[in-house]
């Protein structure tokens, strides 16, 4: 093992003597990890793979947007805490195969809009999820100026600011830009 640079590592360097010498390659049992993701579309998950009896395995459920981590099931005595979407497990003699679970969360629809076309445009629309802090904003044309946010703006952080935040409510919501065209 003198001529062996690693002599723990699956790759290494061997340093040739001038006379003949005799390796041998250990191994010890692999077991596999399984990790899935239920529904797949609901997230990721990662630190699966294949692992010797003790070796400590960090697992994470990477949530998408929209869904949100339930818990992990299937072999879970393994697990720290099964409704971590972090956890650790020491792996035993024998595979393991869990799944997160994820749900769909409800979206919302938020509609922005200008009072006359031409006028300027707003950013901001799209479907979120209930409580979710956006940034809405308008920018007015050239010889037209923002006056205010009107429609659904209970949640509009500052009706008179051209942006501004909006906390999504849950329910669907219009809101409109208010431009008006500047004095000559």
Aim: proline share 3%; glycine share 10%; aromatic share 10%.
């Amino acid at each position: 093992t003198d001529n062996v640079d690693d002599v723990n590592s699956a790759e290494t360097t061997v340093d040739m003597p001038a006379a003949d010498i005799s390796l041998t390659a250990n191994f010890v049992p692999a077991y596999e990890l399984a990790l899935d993701a239920d529904p797949e579309e609901g997230g990721t998950v990662t630190g699966g793979g294949f692992y010797s009896e003790g070796t400590e395995v960090d697992i994470e459920a990477v949530t998408e947007y929209g869904y949100e981590f339930i818990d992990w099931t299937g072999d879970t005595g393994y697990l720290t805490d099964p409704t971590s979407e972090t956890a650790t497990i020491t792996m035993s003699d024998e595979d393991i195969s869990l799944t997160a679970n994820f749900v769909e969360l409800d979206l919302f629809e938020v509609t922005l809009q200008v009072n006359e076309e031409g006028w300027g445009t707003v950013e901001g629309s799209g479907d979120y999820v209930e409580g979710d802090e956006i940034t809405i904003s308008a920018v007015s044309a050239q010889g037209y100026s923002f006056v205010e946010w009107t429609g659904d703006i209970a949640n509009v952080a500052d009706a008179g600011s051209a942006i501004t935040t909006l906390t999504v409510p849950g329910t669907d919501v219009t809101i409109t830009a208010v431009f008006a065209a500047d004095d000559e």
